[in-house]
């Protein structure tokens, strides 16, 4: 159980980490880090960074399906957790 809530906390932290470098690339008109790559990371479990960086960094807070993804995730991945758990 606990390689499980070490997985969680890493995939999270990743997808924060690459939400803020996408925010800075956006800012400097650099190379952007793709879409489909933050949704499969809040899908595989990284949703609850995903929302945190959505406010944090004021990034993709327009794009309504980010929103819904990461909220799903946040939800599918709260049961599994419990279910295991």
Known sequence: ????TIYYILIN????IFMGIDKINARF???RI???TLLTLSLIGGGM????????FHHKIRKPYF?????ISIITHTILYS???
């Open 1 to 4: 159980m606990q390689y499980l």
């Open 13 to 16: 932290l990743l997808l924060f």
């Open 29 to 31: 008109h650099k190379r």
């Open 34 to 36: 793709k879409e489909a």
């Open 49 to 56: 960074g995903g929302f945190l960086s959505m406010f944090i």
């Open 67 to 71: 929103i819904i993804v990461f909220a």
């Open 83 to 85: 279910i295991i758990k």
